[in-house]
């Protein structure tokens, strides 16, 4: 769905990189999420924003911040990667809470 | 807290035969629930959702799922598979504590030989 971008699409980095993932929506939403997925174990929350000045901590938040510039955008930084983090990262987006999700294309990020 | 489980890791099928994949949540009070596909190489898209209503839900593609309360289940199903259908697919709930945030299954990987 193009109405949620992510960039980049892939990332190869090194341990020890600061990383940062973006994303942007033209939905609309106010609430903006970030996802790791993982093979076999789904999709794990790490930050959500109900609004530019509202951002929460998610179930894996350690080693991981973000920043809401924008009703927009919604930035997941890596601080110091670490080759653990290697995975697929989505951003999602909803108009309200209970609602469903959209999602972007994902970033696949190697820490190597 | 709320937590979502799906009881196949991988399913394999041959082309034309019916599908049905599991899903149990584990909080009994009001929930929405969900079903979203990934097919390989892409984003998560919407399947079918379940607010309130007739428990018997139609999404895309020919998909359906039924929301049993009694036995916490939201299981999806189609009545015959195409080798398009090859995807991995995902529960996910909300509700019971979850802050507006979706829980997902582990997700199902489903792969249909044609």
């Known amino acids: 769905d193009a109405d949620v971008t992510q960039t980049p699409r892939n990332r190869i980095t090194k341990t020890g990189k600061r990383i940062m993932l973006e994303c942007s929506q033209t939905?609309?939403?106010?609430?903006m999420y970030w996802y790791r997925q993982d093979p076999g174990l789904g999709l794990r929350l790490i930050y959500y924003?109900?609004?530019?000045?509202?951002?929460n901590k998610g179930e894996i938040s350690d080693g991981y911040s973000v920043s809401r510039q924008a009703q927009a955008k919604f930035s997941l930084s890596l601080e110091s990667a670490i080759p653990n983090q290697t995975a697929l990262y989505f951003c999602?987006?909803?108009?309200?809470?209970?609602?469903?999700?959209?999602f972007g294309p994902g970033t696949r990020l190697t820490v190597l | 807290a709320q937590s979502v489980s799906q009881h196949n890791h991988h399913v394999i099928l041959s082309e034309a035969a019916s599908l049905e994949l599991g899903c149990n949540y584990s909080?009994?009070?009001?929930?929405?629930l969900f079903w979203y596909v990934q097919y390989p190489g892409q984003h998560l898209q919407l399947l079918l959702k379940?607010?309130?209503?007739?428990?018997l839900v139609k999404g895309i593609k020919g998909f359906e799922a039924e929301f049993i309360k009694s036995k916490f289940s939201f299981n999806l199903r189609k009545p015959s598979v195409q080798w398009s259908d090859t995807a991995e697919y995902f529960c996910?709930?909300?509700?019971?504590?979850?802050?507006?945030?979706?829980?997902f299954g582990k997700g199902t990987k489903l792969s249909v030989k044609p």
């Open positions: 996910a709930v909300l509700g019971g504590g979850s802050q507006g945030n979706l829980i």
């Open positions: 939905k609309g939403h106010d609430r």
């Open positions: 909080y009994g009070g009001t929930v929405n």
């Open positions: 924003s109900f609004d530019v000045k509202d951002i």
């Open positions: 379940y607010f309130s209503g007739d428990p």
């Open positions: 999602a987006t909803s108009r309200r809470g209970y609602d469903e999700q959209f």
